[in-house]
């Protein structure tokens, strides 16, 4: 069965609108031995997945989403002191403290037959990867990073509702 | 089922009239009602073949409606091309939908003998196919 778009992006309970493009990247790392008899042998190490989506709505409202860690709420002050007056809110983008906690979530990808497959990339968190502005439209890129524990999967494949309980 | 006749039941699910009533295949009879629909094949190509033999086909539809008052098909042509160029999941019976895509917008294809406005609209359907 071909898995088709368009596609639903959730991170967390948090359905992700107006994304241009999504990039998928898994890597495992790996390394050759060669025996004496002349055989290469190459084995795995550790898993790496991350997700780059390309937002062509980047108002601060569509931020907020993604980068919780970023988020000022109106009333609240900037990194450079100013106090946010929008209701909207501000995003402040700048390095978590040491003892910050990131803020995780599931992010899955859902095709649009019935019923839905589901790409899950475990326990992501999110930062800022890139701008870019072409002259007519900003473009943010948020990046997904895996951050699932060491016993945890980083990516699952499954119907939607065939698992159980989900997260 | 050949695939007209998918698209054209897939047409009246959404509520863009009847079939054999104001929507038709290949032409319209000549009893038909002024305000009337029609499908006509148009052709279309292999897109991809994967070496194991299945394909990606394009299918080519143009979806004529005809009517006296010309806002009326100015504005169901546009309400279909955005429904099929929206974030939908497109079904069709008997095939398996990579795509629906409204690939040539309405075209105004101007007045018959009896001062009805014609519009048309091209379809792409994309298939996969064992």
Wanted: charged residues 25%.
């Amino acid at each position: 069965m071909i898995i088709k778009g368009p596609f639903t992006l959730k991170w967390g309970s948090n359905t992700l609108q107006d994304i241009e493009s999504i990039d998928v990247s898994h890597e495992i790392d790996s390394a050759d031995f060669q025996t004496l008899q002349g055989k290469t042998y190459e084995i795995d190490g550790s898993y790496k997945v991350s997700a780059i989506i390309t937002l062509l709505a980047s108002d601060v409202a569509a931020l907020a989403v993604l980068l919780p860690q970023h988020f000022v709420a109106m009333g609240e002050q900037l990194s450079t002191g100013e106090e946010v007056t929008s209701e909207d809110g501000a995003i402040d983008i700048k390095a978590a403290a040491c003892d910050e906690e990131p803020i995780t979530n599931n992010l899955d990808i859902l095709s649009c037959a019935n019923p839905a497959n589901t790409l899950r990339i475990v326990d992501c968190r999110t930062r800022i990867e890139g701008i870019e502005i072409d002259g007519k439209v900003q473009k943010v890129q948020i990046k997904f990073l895996g951050d699932a524990a060491a016993d945890e999967a980083t990516m699952q494949f499954f119907a939607d509702g065939g698992i159980s309980p989900e997260s | 089922m050949n695939i007209t006749k998918a698209f054209v039941d897939f047409m009246q699910s959404n509520g863009f009239g009847t079939f054999n009533s104001d929507l038709f295949i290949g032409g319209v009879p000549q009893d038909a009602p002024n305000r009337a629909l029609w499908v006509i094949s148009a052709g279309g190509n292999s897109k991809s073949k994967n070496d194991a033999g299945e394909k990606q086909k394009n299918y080519l539809l143009n979806v004529y409606f005809r009517n006296i008052d010309g806002q009326d098909v100015y504005d169901t042509l546009q309400d279909l091309e955005e429904l099929l160029n929206s974030a939908n999941c497109f079904e069709l019976e008997g095939y398996e939908v990579i795509e629906i895509e409204a690939t040539i917008f309405p075209t105004d294809q101007d007045l018959d003998m009896q001062e009805r406005t014609i519009g048309m609209l091209q379809v792409t359907l994309t298939i996969y196919k064992d």
